[in-house]
């Protein structure tokens, strides 16, 4: 009689539990991790076209921080929140790959 080496993982959907087989590209993955809220990084490949933001400069949010050329379009990049800029890692000119943390907030 052959063995059963399968080895099946669980999953939980809406409090349902699944037995099921994964693929090696799903197990190999990029885990998701939830975004720190005091980082605003780049969501797409592109470059930095003007910036408007220094180190200790206040913002409101919603204001414009920087201006990100990805794709052929202009994409402003805006304050999440109230609060001061603690880095700037970008300069002008600069090609930005993607979920790069181009600017810090304290």
Known sequence: M?????KYQ?????????LTLTTKKFDNRKI????DPKEICSIIPGSVVDIFAQPG???????VV????????????TMPMDGVIKSVNVAKGDR???DMV?????
Do not use: C, H
């Open 102 to 106: 181009m600017i810090s907030i304290e």
């Open 32 to 35: 998701w991790q939830k975004l």
């Open 96 to 98: 930005v790959p993607k």
């Open 2 to 6: 052959e063995e059963n080496n399968t």
């Open 57 to 63: 400069q206040k913002f409101k949010a919603g204001e």
């Open 66 to 77: 920087l201006i990100l050329d990805a794709m052929k379009m202009y994409t402003k990049v």
């Open 10 to 18: 669980v999953f939980t959907v809406n409090n349902a539990r699944y």
